[in-house]
């Protein structure tokens, strides 16, 4: 065994004994309770909604596809401790290298609403698009969303003109 592998197998003997000494303390229960009516409204965050909007983002990315532009479907962003999923306006071609802000759909703690904001580069919300929230216990209402989702996308090829003015 190398060197390299021991101490590969060292650090992972030394982990696991480390998470050995933390598998007995049991959870605050204020973190128990924080997360226990959630999970069905992550369960729709993640599953239900967009699968809800698909036929939405399907005719959006129709009438962009001519200009050139896509919008990926709804997808987990990277920091999965959050409930959050999130879209981003693309463009078709891959030599491209334009790059734009996601739109954010997160959940919101104590309520059922879905906080909808574009996430700058270092995960402020942008000025120039206003917040907006839906409920998500229910229905999604397409037009309104279908409205937000057209503002994302004025907002995004608007940003690079204002810009260089």
């Known amino acids: 065994m190398t060197d390299a592998t021991k101490s590969f197998s060292d650090a992972l003997e030394a982990d696991a004994r480390h998470r050995a000494k933390g598998a007995g303390v049991a959870p605050a229960p204020a973190a128990a309770s924080e997360h226990a009516g959630s999970w069905e409204l992550r369960f729709r965050l993640v599953n239900t909604f967009p699968r809800l909007t698909r036929p ?9 596809a001519p200009y050139g532009y896509t919008l990926s ?7 999965l401790h959050r409930p959050r999923m999130q879209t981003e306006l693309a463009r078709v071609a891959p030599e491209d290298p334009a790059r734009y802000a996601p739109l954010v759909f997160e959940l919101a703690p104590p309520a ?5 904001y574009v996430r700058q580069f ?3 919300a942008a ?13 999604p209402d397409l037009s309104a969303l279908q409205a937000i989702l057209q503002d994302y996308v004025r907002c995004m090829l608007q940003a690079p003109v204002s810009v260089a003015a």
């Open 127 to 139: 000025p120039d698009f206003a917040e907006r929230r839906i409920d998500l216990a229910g229905l």
């Open 112 to 116: 059922s609403s879905l906080r909808i």
């Open 122 to 124: 270092g995960g402020r």
């Open 56 to 64: 939405l983002f399907t005719a959006l990315r129709t009438t962009l």
């Open 73 to 79: 479907p709804l997808h987990p962003s990277h920091d």
